[in-house]
């Protein structure tokens, strides 16, 4: 696995990053210039946030599915359906 899938497996709160592995990223971290440490803490922030927004974009679209599908499958919208 490589370490950048690693970073995002902890983002996203993974419970199947082995210890071997978590701890292989935290030495990583530990060798870093602090700058570079908050660089990576900004880039786990945003894989988090970008996580966040996607299951809300996927909650949302199963949300409206009923609704649109009072819109969308109708006989009137049926010739647009075939092309």
């Not at 990583?28 to 894989?47: Q, T, W």
């Not at 996580?51 to 969308?72: D, N, Y």
């Amino acid at each position: 696995m490589y370490d950048r899938d690693l970073v995002r497996l902890i983002a996203e709160g993974a419970t199947t990053v082995n210890s071997q592995n978590e701890e292989s990223i935290l030495e990583k971290i530990k060798s870093l210039p602090p700058e570079r440490v908050a660089e990576v803490e900004d880039f786990i922030d945003f894989l988090r946030v970008r996580a966040e927004e996607q299951r809300l974009v996927k909650s949302a679209t199963r949300a409206s599915e009923p609704a649109f599908k009072k819109i969308w499958d109708n006989p009137e919208d049926a010739d647009y359906d075939r092309t």
